[in-house]
C-alpha cells in the first residue's frame, strides 16, 4: 500500500511547471537597438518577496564573485559593431571589464538579448542522483516600458526519475534590475 501511494504521489508531481514574476511586474519592451541598454545598473536585483536576488555579474561572469565581493553596479556601454561592454565596479573602482559580442555571446531578438542556452545531460552517475535526462536553461535580458532591466532565467527538465517515473518540467523566475543613478558608475578620484 505505502508503494502504491509514493508511485501515485509520484506520478502527479512528474509534470510541473513554475513561473515567479516580481510585483507590479509590466513584462519585456521591445527596445530598438543595442544603444537602448547602455546605462548604468545596480548590480542585484532587490525582489520584495524575500527571494534570492539576481545579479547581472553572476550571470555575465559566473565565477567572479561570491556574496561577500559583488560589485555594487554593472556599467554597460556600446561597443564596435554589435557589441556590448561590460564593467563591474564598486566605490568608483573597475573590477572586471569585458566584451560581449552578438553572435557569440548572445543573440539580439525582438528587442532582447538572449544569452547562449545551456545543455546539461544526466545519467545518474553521481551518488543519490535519480535523474536520467536533459536539463536546458535560458537566460534573457531586456527593458521594460520605463527602461529598467529585466532578467528571465528559464530552465526546462525531461527524462525519468529512479529509472521509471518520467519527470518534466519548466521553472521560470524574472526579476528587475534598477537603472542606478551615473555617480554609482563613475569612477571615483584618489585624493
Known sequence: MKQAVLITLSLLFAGCASTE?????????????????????????NPSD???P??????LWPD??????????????KGNGNSLIASAISDGVVLTHSRFQEGEEF??????????REYIASGAR?????????VTSKTVLGLDASGQ???????AFAGTGFLIIPVAGKISDTQKIERAPRELCER????
Do not use: H
Request: charged share 20%.
Open 149 to 155: 532591466g529585466r532578467i528571465s532565467q528559464s530552465t
Open 126 to 134: 553521481e551518488p543519490g542522483n535519480p535523474f536520467i535526462g536533459v
Open 188 to 191: 571615483r578620484s584618489q585624493s
Open 50 to 52: 524575500g527571494s534570492a
Open 107 to 116: 543573440e539580439f531578438k525582438a528587442g532582447l538579448l538572449e544569452l547562449k
Open 21 to 45: 514574476v516580481t510585483e507590479n511586474d509590466t513584462g519585456f519592451a521591445q527596445s530598438p537597438n543595442l544603444e537602448a541598454f547602455v546605462g548604468c545598473y545596480r548590480n542585484c536585483s
Open 64 to 77: 567572479g564573485y561570491t556574496s561577500e565581493t559583488r560589485p555594487e553596479a554593472v556599467l554597460i556601454q
Open 54 to 59: 539576481v545579479c547581472l555579474t553572476s550571470i
